[in-house]
């Protein structure tokens, strides 16, 4: 399998649908509050994500979410992320149906996988990041309820 073609792209097809947007903060209870307030929505209870050295809190805004991720220790990217950039918008995560399969594709085309396979994410859901070099410098996250099957 590889990327649609042009003519294999529907004009009027929706696209992958917007996941969440991550957002890179160094105290996720002190930054809470402010964003509930603001959306008029409850974040998530607090979530670790041993995998990524996280803590997240997810807050629903319409169909998608913000993911609001908090380092729990130096070694974490966020942490780099943080010391480099400091806060702010850390990456996109699409959704997709067969998280394997994309991976597969995406490879195929030439994008520059961080993750190969599927890691387990927030939420009991499986993820793969894509590199920012392939995606005009932007995180891209890939995120399924299932790892998939592939290709
Ligand atoms: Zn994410």
Known sequence: MTLG????????G?????????????????AVPLWERSLGTLASP???????KVRVRFLTVGES??????P????????????????????????????????????????????EAPRQGARGRWVAFAHPSSFGGVLTEFVSDRPGGGA
């Open 65 to 70: 979410h913000l993911e609001l991720l908090e």
């Open 5 to 12: 073609t042009r003519a294999q792209i529907s004009e009027t």
């Open 72 to 115: 729990t220790s130096p070694e974490a990217t966020i942490a780099k992320f943080l010391e480099k950039r400091g806060e702010g918008l850390h990456h996109i995560a699409f959704q997709v149906s067969d998280l394997r399969a994309k991976l597969s594709e995406l490879s195929k085309a030439g994008v520059r996988l961080i993750d």
């Open 14 to 30: 929706a696209g992958l649908p917007i996941d969440h947007l991550g957002i890179a903060v160094v105290h996720l209870e002190s």
């Open 46 to 52: 607090a979530e670790e994500v041993p995998s990524q």
